[in-house]
């Protein structure tokens, strides 16, 4: 059975910073895309950010490219994904995802089979 479990979501200011983790079991971690997904209420889900963890490229929106990054503890089977500089427009709910291919295409959320129940990130001005 494939688990992902998040954590590290939270309430912080205007320029301030939180990682977030997501564990996988079950799941050949190695060989497939991961990505981080957000969606406020009455928004489409979109993508944030993606890594393939077997050779360790990564991808990322364009709105937070330069403050977001992903990364990756293969040992762990744990993606990261560590904020900075964050913003009240990153006030979200985020979610890990994983899919059964590559990173292709990595913002499309409905490629990803595999959801995390995800956490509430909530920056204040």
């Known amino acids: 059975q494939v688990q992902l479990v998040e954590s590290g979501g939270g309430s912080v200011q205007d320029g301030g910073s939180l990682r977030l983790s997501c564990a996988a079991s079950?799941?050949?971690?190695?060989?497939?895309?991961m990505g981080w997904f957000r969606q406020a209420p009455g928004k489409e889900r979109e993508g944030v950010a993606a890594?393939?963890?077997?050779?360790?490229?990564?991808y990322y929106a364009d709105s937070v490219k330069g403050r977001f990054t992903i990364s990756q503890d293969n040992a762990k089977n744990t993606v990261y994904l560590q904020m900075n500089s964050l913003k009240p427009e990153d006030t979200s709910m985020y979610y890990c995802?994983?899919?059964?291919?590559?990173?292709?295409?990595?913002?499309?959320?409905?490629?990803?089979?595999?959801w995390g129940q995800g956490t509430q990130v909530t920056v204040s001005s």
């Open positions: 995802a994983a899919r059964r291919r590559g990173c292709s295409r990595w913002w499309d959320y409905l490629d990803y089979v595999y």
């Open positions: 079950g799941y050949t971690y190695s060989s497939n895309c």
């Open positions: 890594i393939h963890p077997g050779s360790g490229s990564s």
